[in-house]
């Protein structure tokens, strides 16, 4: 009887443990993970600290879902590997033989170097369940906080933190918020959202220390010299890919597990997938980084089924994501944006590198109140698309897309000064999805 | 509410619930449990969505809860298709 470990209980460790078991019910699964909390929804935290779901709906999968598939479960860190052995090492000591491995240990939220960040109580970063934990905790006697970051996550927490009626503020180093995947009008949106909520937005702003004491946050000092009384500093300056235990034994990486199309890293029988795993982009013509459940879950399956000797390919998609920017509902698909941006190291959770691919293209946008429409148009289709607010055309376009849909005959129509872009697209997608039988 | 207001509910209840049903796409769900939550009568929509199977739940109320409240817009209600209320003429039943 074949053995499969998966080292990693999140989106692609379950979804290759359930890939796995659909197909073979004598398969060994072992999923090894360090949370105490096993399998949880990660994009859900942010639910959790707005409060708008309970802890106990974090869970997907319910103990008898994992018993009823049969999946092993040891809440442990593995160390190390021995490739030519075929066996892990766990840091209690134990040791696992398994015939294949897959590495799906997922991403890190990165954490500032400054030395008077450290050992105090009251700084936060959303990034497991226990973290999310900590931040409902200290919300519930914090009177101020100031997030420090960019990216989704950045203002995840200082929703979550409004919510408990901490008083936020949001230091950004830039001039502007997110500024390699929105454009400015994007940015000011979303700013401008977050100062009617009552967040104090800090431009040009950098920390020079954490003030603490008696082993608590109180406040944070700038580099321009200015303090500001807080109990809570938060951080979402970018994740890292948890490589590693793939480096440890000589697996190629970059800033990810480099991975062929079925999933495989270098090293025979050992796979990857999910956050950790860089895969390659035909579209760029690179290996990529998504930090997304819908691929990770892909990649999960996919490495599954191949861990069991089937040859499925996993094509990269154009990656999007619908998310809440400030309250307000927002998809980015494909390429969309350039560049770096100061308040970001690297991508968040929720965010692909892709985003910031954008090739030349001419944009054309719509706005109505809060609604916005911004679509990135090549020479004979669109490149990429952020939409924000009303959603009806969430769907349609990231269709036309990723299926590099030709637009030809409504380019010249998009591209008039104040085009109604909206209308322009739903007339040209209802016709389009009544031509090719499109539900 | 009168006798005549409650059928007349449980007419457009029904009627909806033979033309069409909740469905979700798949590749927008993460899990976050708001759809199951909010339930009224605690249909576990989020199993739906990882699974990729419409609500296709009797009980179902189709009052919309679950589409309304997700966050990322993963639930739609969609008409089956399966009986053309014309030909059914369901207003005359």
New interface residues.
């Given amino acids: 009887m074949a053995r499969f470990i998966i080292v990693g209980t999140g ?1 692609a460790g379950i979804s290759a443990a359930e890939a796995i078991r659909d197909r073979s019910s004598a398969a060994e699964i072992i999923l090894i993970g360090d949370e105490a909390a096993g399998f949880y ?4 935290l ?2 959790y600290i707005t409060q ?3 802890k106990s ?2 869970f ?1 999968f319910t103990k008898k879902d994992i018993q009823n598939l049969h999946l092993q479960i040891i809440n442990a860190r593995a160390t190390s590997i021995d490739a030519q052995a075929h066996t892990i090492m766990l840091h209690d000591g134990r040791k696992l033989s398994y015939d294949r491995l897959l590495i799906a240990t997922g991403s890190n939220a990165a954490l500032p170097s400054l030395p008077s960040a450290k050992n105090l109580q009251g700084i936060v970063k959303l990034d497991t369940y226990e973290d999310a934990q900590n931040i409902r905790k200290l919300s519930k006697r914090a009177r101020a906080a100031v997030v420090i970051g960019g990216g989704i996550t950045a203002l995840e927490i200082v929703e979550g933190l409004q919510t408990s009626g901490v008083k936020t503020h949001y230091f950004l180093r830039g001039d502007r918020y997110w500024s390699n995947v929105l454009d400015e009008t994007e940015s000011r949106i979303v700013e401008h959202r977050l100062q009617e909520d009552g967040v104090k937005i800090h431009y040009n702003t950098e920390e020079q220390e954490i003030i603490g004491k008696r082993g608590k946050v109180i406040g944070v000092r700038t580099k321009a010299g200015n303090q500001i009384k807080c109990n809570i500093v938060a951080y979402a300056i970018g994740i890292r890919p948890r490589t590693q235990l793939a480096k440890s034994i000589g697996i190629k990486t970059e800033r990810g597990i480099l991975v062929d199309q079925y999933m495989k890293t270098d090293t025979p029988d050992i796979f990857a997938a999910g956050d950790v795993a860089q895969v390659f982009d035909p579209y760029s013509g690179q290996y990529i980084i998504d930090s997304l ?2 691929p990770a879950r892909l990649q999960g399956r996919i490495a599954g089924l191949n861990m069991l000797g089937e040859s499925l390919t996993y094509t990269k998609g154009v990656p999007f994501n ?3 920017l400030a309250g307000l ?1 927002t ?1 980015i698909i494909g390429m969309v944006g350039f560049g770096t941006d100061v308040d970001l190291d690297g991508i968040a959770r929720g965010d692909s590198e892709t985003w910031r691919q954008l090739p030349d293209a001419i944009a054309c946008q719509q706005s109505f109140d809060i609604n916005h429409l911004r679509l990135q148009i090549g020479s004979k289709k669109i490149l990429g698309a952020i939409v924000m607010g009303d ?1 009806t055309l ?2 349609p376009l990231r269709h036309l897309v990723s299926q590099q849909v030709d637009i030809t005959a409504i380019k010249d129509q998009l591209l008039k000064p104040k085009a109604p872009i909206a209308d322009v697209v739903a007339t040209f997608w209802t016709e389009w999805r009544t031509q090719h039988d499109i ?1 | 509410m009168t006798l005549r207001s409650y059928l007349k509910r449980e007419s457009t209840r029904r009627q909806a619930l033979v033309t069409g049903y909740v469905v979700p796409d798949s590749s927008r769900c993460v899990q976050c449990g708001i759809c199951s939550y909010n339930c009224p009568i605690d249909i576990d929509v989020r199993r739906h969505a990882w699974v990729g199977h419409p609500i296709k739940d009797k009980h179902c109320l189709t009052c919309g809860e679950c589409v309304n409240r997700c966050p990322r817009g993963v639930l739609q209600f969609e008409r089956t298709n399966i009986f053309d209320a014309d030909k059914l003429n369901i207003e005359d039943i």
């Fill in positions: 989106a929804s990660r994009p859900g942010a639910y708008e779901v309970p709906q974090l997907p459940w819908g619908v998310t809440r509902t998809t959603q969430s769907q539900q």
